[in-house]
């Protein structure tokens, strides 16, 4: 007898907590994990109609860089591309009009994380950084979201590509986030952060500076034929546990949109 799709949830989520990791690869597909860890897919289970499975998981820390440690972003994440870049490669996608050179630096390793080198500390300088508990729910394909509490607003980012890295309670996270829909994300939750984002000027200012933290293709393959539109995300998350968590609560928006 087939094991029915929740099973399946249950048995890759199990293989992940206990050590392994969930990697999605460029191609969309799911690659073995290596060790004691395994991933089910449909095709596993002798049954391509069934759904794709998810993992969803809630943790207490995200640690994607520092206020303090300008350098702190380098060490987490993993290398998206496959590339290690710095300010002067010619093998990288078309940054946005304005950006810095330095958007397409990689971190130790060739660690992609322009997130936490660029886009945290706008969000630091606004008054925005996690706090709380959060919560990523994934598909087999590595689509899924982020959901991130902090000051004044939760954001609930949308990314593909992703992978976990798992050993005990703290996971090693990577993405790729598309710059558009992180900008809309943003626009949707500003006013919450700070009322002098509730337009204007200020507000176009941070999502320019968000277009400009693009550092990677969404498909994750870099060609300098390509423009960037999207913004590779590492992280080190702790705590995590098998959760998707409650559905996010939209509170009034103060800027009366």
Excluded at 100 to 122: E, F, L
């Amino acid at each position: 007898m087939q094991p029915s799709p929740f099973a399946l949830a249950l048995i890759a989520f199990n293989a992940f907590a206990c050590g392994g990791s969930v990697t999605i690869s460029n191609e969309g597909g799911v690659s073995k994990p290596t060790g004691d860890a395994a991933v089910v897919s449909a095709s596993d289970a002798g049954d391509s109609a069934v759904p794709q499975q998810r993992i969803a998981i809630k943790f207490a820390t995200f640690k994607s860089s520092s206020s303090t440690d300008a350098s702190a972003w380098a060490n987490y994440g993993s290398n998206i591309d496959g590339l290690t870049t710095n300010k002067d490669s010619q093998d990288v996608c078309k940054r946005f009009g304005g950006a810095s050179s330095s958007v397409q630096s990689d971190g130790t390793g060739g660690i992609d994380n322009s997130w936490g080198h660029n886009v945290m500390p706008m969000f630091y300088s606004v008054g925005w950084a996690f706090e709380g508990v959060g919560y990523l729910v994934i598909d087999e394909t590595g689509n899924g979201s982020l959901r991130l509490p902090g000051k004044g607003a939760t954001m609930v980012i949308p990314v593909v590509l992703a992978r976990l890295d798992t050993v005990g309670t703290t996971s090693t996270f990577s993405a790729v986030i598309p710059v558009e829909e992180l900008v809309s994300v943003f626009k949707s939750v500003a006013g919450r952060i700070s009322l002098s984002l509730c337009g204007g000027s200020a507000l176009e200012t941070i999502s320019d500076q968000i277009r400009t933290s693009a550092d990677i293709p969404s498909t994750g393959l870099q060609s300098p034929s390509v423009t960037c539109n999207a913004i590779s995300i590492g992280a080190e998350l702790t705590g995590v546990v098998d959760e998707q968590g409650p559905s996010v609560v939209v509170e009034p928006d103060p800027c009366g949109h």
